[in-house]
């Protein structure tokens, strides 16, 4: 990208699944990519220094409202969950106008992901698992060497690809979720969710950690498209309620809630955006 090829873009920043500002997961959002390259798309990325960086487009689908392209600071996905919703309030707030009353549908690597309201939040419909098997018997020792845990603690170890290649790992309880102090290099590549149940009564049903291999092994503040996946997992196998509400990021002193909600076939993972710097971006 040349210095001729710069201009003034809008630009937002917003934080995800938490109505309050900077507990939950942030995100930024290029509002009017036209005319960048991909190469241009991943070095600003790669600078903005957060687990993930959008760029609103016009679709190509006739059926979608607008496309998004999302970047790692290294790669880019073809779906990610806490970068749909920050996304889809992002061009709702810049005045973006959807063709179906209440229903947003974005375009992405993925195909089309439908958005609606609900409740106050935005809430997208979780896109089918690409692979979804029981782990083989070497992956499960990875994981229980990468999570310090006991064989026998891992009531279930599964692949839930949606997109990134998730491994779920469902744990007893959300006690043991949050006392794990995982070993990064026996991780290895792996990208593990690990999801454990509060105690009936609790103010959230779930408790939810995610890490994520890369130049450093990063726990990731909040993870929707883990969240799809093992909400797919846990209601499909009866393990998990049709509705249920899960906090991630405890363990970083973040406060995420994700809002999950079965209903017309659909499993929806919602929850609240709130945008927390709003310009422009020389890009």
Not at 52 to 63: A, G, I, N, S
Not at 165 to 178: D, I, K, P, R, T
């Amino acid at each position: 990208m040349t210095s001729e090829s710069l201009r003034i873009r809008p630009f937002h920043q917003v934080d995800v699944f938490s109505a309050q500002p900077y507990r939950g997961n942030p995100l930024a959002v290029v509002v009017d990519a036209e005319g960048l390259s991909s190469e241009a798309m991943q070095h600003f990325a790669h600078w903005t220094n957060l687990s993930e960086t959008t760029f609103l487009l016009p679709p190509t689908d006739p059926r979608a409202d607008y496309r998004v392209r999302i970047f790692t600071g290294s790669e880019e996905f073809p779906f990610a969950g806490h970068p749909t919703l920050g996304s889809a309030h992002t061009w709702l707030q810049a005045g973006g106008e959807p063709k179906t009353d209440g229903v947003l549908v974005q375009e992405c690597g993925a195909g089309l992901v439908r958005v609606k309201h609900d409740a106050g939040r935005l809430a997208f419909a979780a896109p089918p698992l690409t692979r979804f098997e029981p782990v083989d018997a070497d992956v499960r020792s990875q994981l229980t060497a990468g999570l310090r845990l006991p064989e026998d603690s891992l009531l279930d170890a599964s692949w839930l690809v949606n997109g990134p290649e998730w491994v779920g790992v469902l744990l007893e309880s959300a006690e043991q979720v949050l006392a794990i102090e995982p070993d990064l290099v026996a991780m290895g590549d792996l990208k593990v969710g690990v999801i454990g149940p509060h105690e009936p009564g609790s103010d959230v049903d779930f408790e939810v950690r995610t890490f994520i291999p890369g130049d450093a092994m990063v726990e990731d503040p909040v993870t929707g498209s883990f969240n799809a996946g093992a909400a797919q997992w846990l209601i499909g196998s009866g393990r998990a309620p049709e509705e249920y509400v899960a906090a991630q990021g405890t363990a970083l002193g973040r406060a995420g809630r994700i809002h999950v909600k079965a209903g017309g076939g659909d499993i929806w993972v919602g929850g609240a955006s709130v945008t927390c710097i709003q310009g422009t971006v020389l890009l």
